[in-house]
């Protein structure tokens, strides 16, 4: 089989002079019309599938957006602290908004609003203990290594070396 040289510019008008009769033939249609379209472009035959079964050539993806976390007035209030601190980086920030949710509440009726549904937040945000959030010592790769240093003895070792208290 020899493969034809033709410019990515040909290939793609060729895609979108055969994109609506490839998606509306049959199966035994289908099949020659790949035949033909591989042999043409010199694409690989799952390529060209992928290709063809795609979305129309020239049609616009709409653009993926995620949903809004938080509300507009939670986030002009995050955006008032973290301008009156300075713009800390956020680490310092999330340690500087429990105090400086008083004077965010002092800045009219919307923000206290806002400010209090931040406190909320953050109060769920300390008592998480799941998942990424749970103490290093219960999650699972952890408990997985330590388990032949001593098992619970390891993980109470490392809970004292790491954070500082005794397991009793």
């Not at 002079?17 to 019309?33: M, N, Q, T």
């Not at 203990?129 to 290093?136: E, K, T, Y």
């Not at 240093?149 to 790491?162: E, H, I, K, N, T």
Request: glycine letters at 8%.
């Amino acid at each position: 089989m020899e493969k034809a040289i033709v410019s990515a510019r040909a290939k793609g008008e060729y895609v979108q002079a055969i994109d609506h009769r490839y998606r509306h033939a049959g199966r035994p249609e289908k099949r020659r019309i790949l035949d033909e379209f591989c042999q043409v472009a010199g694409y690989h035959r799952k390529h060209a599938i992928r290709l063809l079964n795609g979305p129309a050539p020239g049609a616009a993806r709409p653009p993926r957006r995620r949903a809004a976390t938080y509300r507009p007035a939670v986030i002009e209030v995050l955006r008032a602290i973290s301008s009156a601190a300075g713009y800390p980086w956020s680490l310092r920030l999330k340690a500087l908004l429990p105090l400086w949710l008083p004077w965010a509440k002092g800045q009219g009726e919307a923000a206290r609003a806002a400010a209090d549904q931040l406190a909320v937040m953050l109060e769920q945000a300390k008592s998480m203990r799941r998942g990424a959030f749970a103490p290093i010592t219960q999650q699972a790769l952890i408990r997985a290594i330590l388990l032949p240093l001593g098992g619970v003895g390891g993980v109470a070792l490392l809970d004292f070396v790491m954070l500082g208290k005794l397991p009793f």
